[in-house]
């Protein structure tokens, strides 16, 4: 059966939320949106794509950071609402300069810092 990203099921301004796990470590990476191109672009080059929401425009990962993730699988979750990329995370993920962006903790009450910058 052929995918087709027109298939999946996008929040009112046309977006699904993206999941970006390290494939090798099974390590969150990050959260973002895509729309429709923006799925059909990563699959078809292979570099994860996503849409910047306060940019309102294509936004590559690595780009300009060098931070590049390589699409390795991306998968679909039951109600084809959110997605999940498996992905060869080349640097930090995080704009924080953090190989993942989820870095804070809340622990007892408290917000804990769990890494630094790279």
Partial sequence: MAFDPASLRYDADGL???IAQDHASG???MLA???AAAVART???GRVTYWSR???EFWVKG???GHVQRLIELRLDCDRDCLL???EQQGPACHTNRRSCF???VREGAEVILSQPM
């Fill in 16 to 18: 699904i939320p993206c």
């Fill in 27 to 29: 390590e969150v990476l």
């Fill in 33 to 35: 949106w895509m729309n």
């Fill in 43 to 45: 699959l078809e080059t």
């Fill in 54 to 56: 306060s940019r309102a």
């Fill in 63 to 65: 780009e300009t950071s």
């Fill in 85 to 87: 990329a498996l992905v």
């Fill in 103 to 105: 870095y804070t903790a």
